[in-house]
């Protein structure tokens, strides 16, 4: 893009001219209302692409991948870990899909998954309980959802620890990608770990785990392809379900008067954790790429242009979701938040998730009594691609 043509499109985007990383990372509540109420898609030369808040025009993007499509060289998740379910589309996005699908439907989730996903949960909590304080991200949220992925993916065998220092490395570096770095030798470590311990579970029956099942004749994936898309189910499933379960409790606890009504009627439960994926997605923006010159909403976009999908913005859009920044947990249509996308790329794991989150935050409400943020640590969702409190300290009564 030329000079001339750059200032055109900035002065035409006011807004999105001269928004910046940071705002986007610490609050970017109040700048993506203005947007999605002047600019719904807009030019943002921080981002180096355009920005997508308002609800409709997000789905419209998100349902038509022959025209916004992730399979892209410059999608960050790609960078990091190569070609992946995540990062193509059409025929090959089924192909990577296909053979993990099945087992993350709702009906098989809660078959193989409700017994660990209580058992853990109960253990976690046991381990915290005596001591009347925790930080609950890296001692329940986190390794939860590390150990629930790790069964999934046949690596039960290596310790939690580790799996959460690759899925810090990972995320970490799939995050500095988007921001315009290099892949950090982190990163590149981390992926490396996780494929040498991933390469000797494909050998294994394929019924054992996901992973062996996609290896074997039935799933129809090589084992680079097998890893890659086991690398994106594996910070996946970490990242956006510890950072749903994380912002599921910071919402209640934030809101004593939400949190009662929880306490008086534990059927309002599963839409609170709904309403909370509304509010604060844990995975606030998704990147697509224009596949030719299109229209969307009053913007003209450009071939390849970088199409950014603020699912933070499309969730709190008024038209759909009236007094949209408030936390209301008997609000009628939280369920229809867009939090873990929509198209062929819906989330694959979403059920697997909210029986996580679900669990968690019943249990830790019945099990620690007086539960509330410890005003000594103040905390709030923080991130430019995947929010969530940096730590969620707690307090209880023992």
């Known amino acids: 893009m030329g000079e001339a043509a750059r200032r055109k499109r900035q002065s035409a985007f006011p807004i999105g001219a001269v928004a910046s990383l940071e705002e986007l990372e610490l609050d970017p509540h109040p700048l993506l209302s203005r947007l999605r109420e002047r600019e719904p898609v807009s030019w943002l030369p921080a981002l180096g692409g355009w920005l997508v808040t308002r609800r409709d025009l997000a789905l419209q993007a998100m349902r038509d991948p022959a025209t916004f ?5 410059r999608f960050s998740t790609r960078q990091v870990v190569g070609p992946s379910m995540l990062t193509l589309d059409g025929d090959e996005h089924g192909r990577h899909r ?71 490395a990972i995320v970490d570096a799939v995050t500095g990608v988007a921001a315009g770095d290099q892949v950090t030798p982190a990163g590149r ?37 097998v890893v890659s898309n086991v690398a994106v189910l594996m910070f996946g499933g970490i990242e956006t379900t510890e950072g749903m379960i994380a912002n599921a409790i910071f919402h209640l606890l934030a809101h004593p008067e939400q949190r009662a009504l929880v306490d008086a009627d534990r059927g309002l439960l599963q839409n609170a954790v709904e309403e909370s994926l509304r509010l604060e997605p844990a995975a606030a923006v998704i990147d697509r790429y224009a596949t030719s010159g299109v229209r969307l909403g009053d913007a003209r976009i450009g071939e390849r242009e970088l199409v950014a ?13 009236p007094d949209p920044e408030r936390f209301d947990v008997r609000r009628e ?61 707690v307090i209880w009564a023992r």
């Not at 853990?120 to 304080?133: K, N, S, V, W, Y």
């Not at 603020?310 to 008024?318: E, L």
């Open 309 to 321: 999908i603020s699912i933070a913005g499309a969730n709190r859009d008024p038209d759909f979701f």
């Open 189 to 225: 470590e981390a992926f490396a770990s996780l494929r040498s311990c991933v390469e000797p579970v494909l050998d294994r029956d394929p019924g054992s785990s996901l992973a062996a099942a996609a290896a074997g004749a039935a799933g129809g994936l090589t084992r680079a392809e």
């Open 69 to 73: 499509t992730v399979d892209d060289p």
């Open 98 to 168: 296909d053979p993990f699908a099945r087992p993350f439907r709702l009906d098989a989730v809660q078959e193989r998954f409700t017994a660990l996903v209580g058992e853990e949960t109960e253990r976690l909590i046991a381990a915290i309980e005596p001591d009347g304080r925790a930080e609950l991200r890296r001692s329940l949220a986190g390794p939860l959802a590390a150990t629930v992925t790790a069964h999934a993916l046949g690596l039960e065998r290596t310790d939690t620890s580790t799996i959460l220092a690759w899925y810090d």
């Open 333 to 393: 249509n939280a369920r229809h938040q867009i939090a873990f996308a929509s198209g062929p790329h819906v989330c694959i794991g979403m059920h697997l998730a909210r029986l996580e989150a679900h669990t968690v935050v019943g249990r830790l409400l019945d099990r620690l009594p007086g539960l509330r943020l410890d005003p000594a640590h103040p905390t709030a969702p923080r991130g430019l691609i995947f929010r969530k409190p940096s730590a969620l300290h």
